[in-house]
DNA sequence: GAGCTTTTGGTTGTGCACAATTTAATTGTG
DNA sequence: CACAATTAAATTGTGCACAACCAAAAGCTC
């Protein structure tokens, strides 16, 4: 491949250079790193609006698109039942969102906004300039870097759907 | 602003474009997801090993490091002892550390590597290459993205700081 | 229509992140 | 020495992520 070879030590153990998790570390360790930071930002943010993070997120998406069954809430946000289960049930007794059973299909719980979760959206309409603000980056950088990340996310996916049923082989 | 205007809608409220939070969402979204994609690799590459990603991270630092009190690896991890605590009970339950007082300074506790913890190393050598096969990307093109986020955090950190203290003045 | 599978949510349990509080040991100051 | 301030961990409580499992409702097939 194309990795440099190590210019320092190591000739005897190869694969017990040290480099390799140092290297591996900062890979993983920075992304987790650049998220918990992005969550202590919004958490700032976000809390007159008395939101988490993940709270804004089903909010924007409601916002956007007008109610949704659970079902679809978690396509869009790659969450499960589990977690948007009980999210909901704080927004709803936020009152920021009623979930109601589908008449048509009994299984489906619909999530619509109330008045007050709809008028806190003018609220949170600063929120994207000062989370822009505080990257301190200008937005083609940061198209850039989304680009970059939901490429890299596409492939982190496909590995492991391919490392959980390829080796099975089903 | 390089913000492409909304071709369709809104000539009426400028501070209301529905762009705006869906541009956010993007920003915020890409990371929160590949975030998570990241850590769906570690689960399965991990879980041979028995550790989750969180306490892998320790591993690594106690690999590289040896012993250490809690304080210092919650530095190298930006962690603190609410999260550390019960994660290093985990790894003492499990045999891989040692959590010794300190006889010194009776309030430090040292986290030790047992032989066990030690020869775990072995094992987790071939992890990093197996990420780095699931990114798809080369070393160089990581290296960048690494510098990148490492970058976005430092501001996001600054940012929060002068969020918390800035506005009130202490 | 009986019986099977799929779909949709919910529940439970484990583990992490973080704020707030607590305890014990140490340090600093009079 | 007494006493306040600081420091290191632990604890508690809330919320999120995810796996595993469950239940009810549709949809199918014969």
Chains 1, 2 share one sequence.
Not at 61 to 80: I, N, S, Y
Not at 117 to 134: C, D, H, N, Q, S
Request: charged share 30%; proline share 6%.
């Amino acid at each position: 491949m194309s990795v440099s070879p190590t210019p320092s030590a190591g000739p005897a153990t190869d694969a017990a250079d040290p480099d390799w998790l140092r290297l591996d570390r900062q890979i993983c360790f920075s992304l987790n790193a650049a998220s918990r930071a992005f969550n202590g930002v919004y958490r700032v943010l976000l809390k007159d609006l008395g939101l988490t993070y993940p709270q804004y997120l089903v909010m924007l998406v409601l916002w956007e698109r007008g109610a949704l069954p659970v079902k679809q809430l978690g396509e869009h946000l790659r969450l499960d039942s589990g977690t948007l289960s009980p999210l909901l049930k704080r927004l709803e007794g936020a009152g920021l969102v009623r979930r109601e059973r589908s008449a048509s299909d009994e299984r489906s719980v619909r999530v619509t906004l109330t008045g007050e979760g709809t008028a806190l959206r003018e609220r949170a309409l600063e929120v994207p300039r000062r989370i822009a603000a505080a990257t301190g980056a200008d937005p083609a950088e940061i198209g850039e870097l989304r680009d970059r990340l939901d490429r890299l996310t596409g492939a982190l996916d496909a590995a492991v759907r391919e490392l959980e049923q390829g080796p099975a082989a089903r």
